[in-house]
């Protein structure tokens, strides 16, 4: 986790970019999927306590804070050594955890892949009244439910248990800004795009150079998740210039990714 935390969020989107076009599947990291994890839960206010430094520690603040989380209270047990940070026994993470965790935080996280957090995570849940996102639960969960598996996993929190899906939704955006405003918005789109775990669909017309390299780069920033279909012949307006290829494209798409009602 926090070779992610100290190097920020570039560096773990460009990581996972990394994974994706090496191996041509989604990825994940720890600091990824607890993001992932509390965006699922829908909680915005969070304790963040991790057996780090406290240097290290307050890396991690910020980290999650640039991520669109809240942070408030925290706790750390200043362990220095890599090989050490497995040592702290259930009782010692327990303590941690209702230490560090703020009572108006809606959930409490708990760094580092190398701690035994699994271990507490009930016995918080039940001490604290909120759900507890840790390193090692959320990567599993993430990873899951990356490869498209639900299954819900009891004793070790509401996260597993209940394996919550982000919400999926059909968006269709014409990516064309004419206005200031409309460019000031397009431009944070584009800067949140390696954010998106879901999938995606692009659609352009080949006539189209202009927005067929946009849709390129896009597909890149996004990573596997994302598709680019370029339909031949098509202009800027592919869905009124060839509407039969686009609904065809479109139907494709969702076989392979059923939308729920919700």
């Given amino acids: 986790t926090a070779s992610s935390i100290v190097q920020g969020l570039d560096y773990d989107a460009y990581l996972r970019g990394e994974i994706e076009q090496a191996h041509g599947v989604p990825a994940t990291t720890a600091a990824h999927a607890i ?8 909680v915005g206010t969070v304790s963040i306590v991790s057996p780090y430094t406290k240097e290290v520690d307050e890396a991690e603040h910020r980290y999650f804070a640039s991520a669109g ?10 362990i220095t050594d890599g090989f050490l940070l497995a040592e702290p026994e259930p009782d010692t993470l327990f303590e941690l ?7 108006h935080a809606e959930a409490l996280i708990m760094t580092c892949l190398n701690t035994r957090s699994h271990t507490v995570i009930a016995r918080l849940e039940d001490e604290l009244g909120v ?20 299954d819900s996993i009891k004793g070790y929190g509401r996260l597993l248990e209940r394996h919550p899906d982000h919400r999926r939704h059909i968006h269709f955006m014409q990516i064309c800004p004419r206005s200031r405003e409309e460019v000031d918005e397009y431009r944070k789109l584009r800067s949140e795009l390696d954010r998106l775990d879901m999938p995606v669909l692009l ?26 279909v370029v339909i031949d012949g098509a202009g800027h307006t592919v869905h009124l210039e060839a509407p039969e290829a686009f609904v065809a494209v479109l139907r494709e798409w969702l076989a392979r990714h059923p939308i729920g009602r919700d």
């Avoid at 659609?203 to 680019?228: N, P, Q, W, Y």
């Fill in 97 to 103: 955890g209702t230490r560090g965790c703020d009572i």
């Fill in 69 to 78: 989380l809240r942070v408030t209270g925290g706790a750390c047990l200043g």
């Fill in 35 to 42: 993001v992932s994890a509390a965006r699922a839960l829908e």
């Fill in 131 to 150: 759900p507890v996102i840790t390193s090692t639960q959320a990567t599993l969960w993430h990873a899951l439910r990356l490869a498209g598996i639900d």
């Fill in 203 to 228: 659609v352009t017309g080949s006539a189209d150079a202009k927005f067929t390299a946009i849709a390129r780069e896009m597909r890149s920033l996004i990573g596997a998740t994302c598709e680019h």
